[in-house]
């Protein structure tokens, strides 16, 4: 039996299956990427809620694994080495869960690299953006007078959805056709933009054709549907 009684977080949230994948998380655009990945690679793992409105992820516990305090974050018994390994960041853990098993990216490396390039590009762009669209369109920023904000936050943000529609041209999926963590970085940032925000007018999401059609396809898939609802939340 794997021990993992060196993460100090285990002790707010025992692992009963310490052989398994530890998951700390919250079904968030940024949570539900590992929670599908782990369902679409079959891996087994353990989920842990975190309750972000109770700012659980702001506890001691929680900051020994990630003292940046945001889910998800993992706990893997078997990491490099054999050894056990915290990790997070979730376009990391993608990047980790794909090499790990081999599934998810294409073990050609200029493949790669382009499929990571576009885990970068939701990291760095798309979250960011999306997300102060719903502080300021959603959220207490809608009580701000001044909407120079939220102009600048949903031009932005139809900017990038162009990016996507534009790069799905002709394919089924980011890479083409393979579905890979690439799909699975984006697709609940880009539901929650349309559905948990409410943006979707705002952002003229009914003009694209491409990025609704993927949307919908990402959606139909199984692991994609247990994913969404993983861990329950509290």
């Not at 993460?7 to 590992?34: C, E, M």
């Not at 087994?44 to 506890?59: A, F, L, M, R």
Request: a neutral charge; glycine letters at 8%.
């Amino acid at each position: 039996m794997s021990d993992l009684s060196a993460f100090p977080i285990t002790r707010r949230w025992p692992a009963q299956h310490p052989d398994r994948l530890q998951l700390y998380s919250l079904p968030t655009p940024n949570g539900v990427k590992v929670s599908i990945a782990l369902e679409e690679i079959r891996l087994p793992y353990e989920p842990h809620t975190i309750d972000i409105g109770k700012n659980e992820s702001w506890t001691p516990e929680f900051l020994s694994l990630n003292p940046n305090g945001k889910i998800p974050a993992i706990i893997d018994p078997d990491g490099p080495g054999g050894k056990p390994l915290g990790l997070f960041e979730s376009g990391a853990i993608l990047v980790y869960l794909a090499e790990k098993t081999g599934q998810l990216m294409s073990a050609d490396p200029a493949r790669r690299y382009e499929t990571i390039q576009w885990v970068f590009f939701q990291m760095a762009a798309v979250g960011p953006m999306f997300g102060q669209v719903g502080f300021f369109y959603k959220f207490a920023g809608r009580e701000i007078e001044d909407k120079r904000p939220l102009q600048r936050y949903q031009a932005e943000s139809k900017r990038l959805l162009g990016v996507l529609e534009t790069r799905l041209e002709g394919r089924d999926w980011i890479m083409g056709e393979d579905y890979t963590i690439a799909d699975i970085s984006l697709l609940g940032w880009v539901r929650n933009l349309i559905g948990f925000y409410g943006a979707g007018n705002l952002v003229e999401f009914d003009t694209l054709k491409r990025v609704p059609a993927w949307l919908e396809r990402c959606l139909a898939r199984p692991a994609v549907q247990r994913g969404l609802a993983i861990p329950a939340r509290p």
